[in-house]
């Protein structure tokens, strides 16, 4: 299985803030897909300016293989203090 | 060298004493602490939310590297997470070296990254809903003056 977890307003947009995916996308453009196909509010929002990934809490650019159990984070442009 | 991420109020005063605590090798120590600022009126509670694992992390990373880059001898970083009323504490940030200007610099590089960079997102709520803050122009070209 893969875990997604969504931050900020893509929370809001998709209306849950973890999911468990089963079974689990080998890459993570195809999670990408599986996300916009099961959830097509998601679609717009996770291409959207500024928005990374991060999986098993690293930035991630391009694609990469999922291993099992993977932790795959979405995360919307950031804003602190 | 900590970081802390906390959902409970925190008193600024107390952390910059208990941080000056035992220094005889240190000559200056810098302090920054931001308060939630509201628009009277439109905004009532400040939510701050945070990955855990990954926010702490990426901080410490930063704050490492300033550490390295301002030669300082130690610093503090308390930010709350949760729900923050407007004009309470939200983010403290101690840096403490041999002189003023390294303690300076990195407390002020520290928090042009926790504004832009840190994983944090804040949303204000109000009387007419709540929205999510992205960084402004400024803190985006605030932060990269140190790149």
Not at chain 1, 24 to 45: N, S
Not at chain 2, 60 to 75: G, K, T
Not at chain 2, 92 to 110: G, I, N, P
Request: net charge negative.
């Amino acid at each position: 299985v893969v875990r997604v977890l969504l931050f900020g307003r893509l929370a809001d947009i998709a209306g849950w803030r973890e999911r468990v995916l089963e079974p689990a996308p080998a890459t993570l453009a195809a999670l990408r897909e599986r996300l916009k196909a099961d959830f097509p509010e998601l679609t717009e929002a996770l291409g959207g300016r500024g928005v990374q990934a991060a999986v098993n809490k690293v930035i991630t650019r391009g694609d990469l293989a999922l291993a099992a159990g993977a932790e795959v984070a979405f995360l919307p442009p950031m804003s602190g203090g | 060298m900590v970081v802390r991420l906390q959902t409970e109020p925190f008193e600024p005063g107390a952390l910059l004493t208990g941080f000056c605590e035992g220094r005889t090798e240190t000559g200056a120590v810098v302090s920054f602490t931001g308060l939630a600022r509201a628009s009277a009126g439109s905004v009532t509670t400040l939510e701050l939310e945070a990955y855990p694992g990954f926010t702490d992390a990426e901080i410490a990373r930063i704050a490492e590297a300033a550490s390295a880059r301002f030669a300082l001898q130690d610093w503090l970083i308390v930010h709350r997470i949760g729900q923050i009323a407007p004009g309470a504490a939200i983010v403290f940030v101690a840096t403490a070296a041999s002189h003023r200007r390294e303690a300076f610099e990195a407390a002020d590089h520290l928090m042009d990254y926790l504004k832009s960079r840190a994983p944090f997102w804040k949303r204000e709520h109000g009387p007419d809903g709540s929205r999510w803050i992205e960084p402004t122009e400024r803190d985006v070209s605030d932060a990269a003056r140190w790149d």
